[in-house]
T-cell receptor, first 115, second 114 residues
């Protein structure tokens, strides 16, 4: 079945530092890839997505590129802010056509940004 | 922007009691899901629902769990006889027929079984 492996962290950075959170996946088909963010005490919010190989998803300064050759979807941001402190989840959907397109999540990466 | 609404935000129940978690998905969405997140752990798929029936369920979704869409707007998750290990955050999600638009999640219901 489908699976997602992401850097578990926690990751602690200073404001304006560069962020990378690694995510790799295993899927039988051609999945869509997502990054979700969970701020403290809140639900899951879609951060960005990519639906096919070489697509780049971007939002709020975050970017991730769908790399089929390396089965990766690493999240990057050039300059993090304190307000980016949250848990970040990599997820995929649609890899297994029989899966009804449920989301399969990685374990999440806690990011703390210090002023 | 359309939202998925979940109620209650927090529920405390005694072991062995029945609970119903409620969700109002986005009105023109066709696919509905429940996920759970045990504290500090990954988000896990429970069940998907389409065309008024369960389309897929995980191993977690045993006979103690059931889902309903009773009136075309609400989407409920019932746990018949709660166990301590059911304590978790439960998320409802919905999506349109087009996968590329992604899923919209509710803010979750934190269930605490004591």
């Amino acid at each position: 079945g489908d699976s997602v492996t992401q850097m578990e962290g926690p990751v602690t950075l200073s404001e304006e530092a560069f962020l990378t959170i690694n995510c790799t996946y295993t899927a039988t088909g051609y999945p869509s890839l997502f990054w979700y963010v969970q701020y403290p005490g809140e639900g899951l919010q879609l951060l960005l997505k990519a639906t096919k190989a070489d697509d780049k998803g971007s939002n709020k300064g975050f970017e991730a590129t769908y790399r089929k050759e390396t089965t990766s979807f690493h999240l990057e941001k050039g300059s993090v802010q304190v307000s980016d402190s949250a848990v970040y989840f990599c997820a995929l959907s649609g890899g297994d056509r029989g899966s009804n397109y449920k989301l399969t999540f990685g374990k999440g990466t806690l990011l703390t940004v210090n002023p | 922007e359309p939202e998925v609404t979940q109620t209650p935000s927090h529920q405390v129940t005694q072991m062995g009691q029945e609970v119903i978690l409620r969700c109002v998905p986005i009105s023109n969405h066709l696919y509905f899901y429940w996920y759970r997140q045990i504290l500090g752990q990954k988000v896990e798929f429970l069940v998907s629902f389409y065309n008024n029936e369960i389309s897929e369920k995980s191993e977690i979704f045993d006979d103690q769990f059931s889902v309903e869409r009773p009136d075309g707007s609400n989407f409920t998750l019932k746990i018949r006889s709660t166990k301590l290990e059911d304590s978790a955050m439960y998320f409802c999600a919905s999506r349109s027929g087009t996968l590329s638009y992604g899923y919209t999640f509710g803010s979750g219901t934190r269930l605490t079984v004591v």
